[in-house]
């Protein structure tokens, strides 16, 4: 299984928007509901922002929101802040237990 | 509250196999969910190694599966990955998580070094 495709940077001023494409195929992204999306902080553990395409676990903030059209899935972050600035990744089931992650994207706030 | 912890030596020779340890507190890992490795190499993505179950069931990456183990000791609430012939290719941060169909939780990571 390939990694799936993600740009590798992305960059906005505080307070604008940000999207981040996720693009598999029909075996992952495509094919089932479960893709979720990690924050992750140099030298920190990654951080679940979202799961099952749309739905925001507890405590993070409603900035951040997620979407899926065919086989690429999409993270956007509104209203930018510094502390947003980070690797985000992507990630899908792909059937039979497996994962597979995205290539990641640098975002930075400009 | 649930937390995961890695542990294993640093340094592994070439060759060699890389042992890993993830502790769990606060959770029975025999009462549910997916326990898996995941790992970064410097400079590069996430990946994920393979999966073990409450069950026993493991499930590993294609590109790893035949030097990969990961196993579960539940009388610790401890599960564990092996990787044989090691090479430079495998020096990663490796984290251990949990999920159901995402990884919600996550362990701090533990660099691994593989060199002579």
């Known amino acids: 299984q390939s990694a799936l495709t993600q740009p590798p940077s992305a960059s906005g001023s505080p307070g604008q928007s940000v999207t981040i494409s996720c693009t598999g195929t029909?075996?992952?992204?495509?094919?089932?509901?479960?893709v979720s999306w990690y924050q992750h902080h140099p030298g920190k553990a990654p951080k679940l922002m979202i799961y099952?395409?749309?739905e925001r676990p507890s405590g993070v903030p409603d900035r951040f929101s997620g979407s899926k059209s065919g086989s690429t899935a999409s993270l956007t972050v509104s209203g930018l802040q510094a502390e947003d600035e980070a690797d985000y990744y992507c990630?899908?089931?792909?059937?039979?237990?497996?994962?597979?992650f995205g290539t990641g994207t640098k975002v930075t706030v400009l | 509250q649930v937390q995961l912890q890695e542990s294993g030596p640093g340094l592994v020779k070439p060759s060699e196999t890389l042992s890993l340890t993830c502790t769990v507190s606060?959770?029975?890992?025999?009462?549910?969910?997916?326990w898996g490795w995941i790992r970064q190499p410097p400079g590069k993505g996430l990946e994920w190694i393979g999966s073990?179950?409450?069950?026993?069931?493991?499930y590993y990456s294609p590109s790893l599966k035949s030097r990969v183990t990961i196993s579960v000791d539940t009388s610790k609430n401890q599960f564990s990955l092996k990787l044989s012939s090691v090479t430079a290719a495998d020096t990663a941060v490796y984290y251990c998580?949990?999920?159901?169909?995402?990884?919600?939780?996550w362990g701090q990571g533990t660099l691994v070094t593989v060199s002579s």
């Open positions: 099952e395409v749309s």
């Open positions: 073990i179950y409450h069950s026993g069931s493991t």
């Open positions: 029909s075996s992952d992204v495509g094919g089932y509901k479960y």
């Open positions: 606060g959770y029975s890992i025999s009462s549910g969910y997916c």
């Open positions: 998580a949990r999920a159901y169909f995402d990884w919600s939780l």
């Open positions: 990630s899908s089931y792909t059937g039979n237990n497996n994962f597979v």
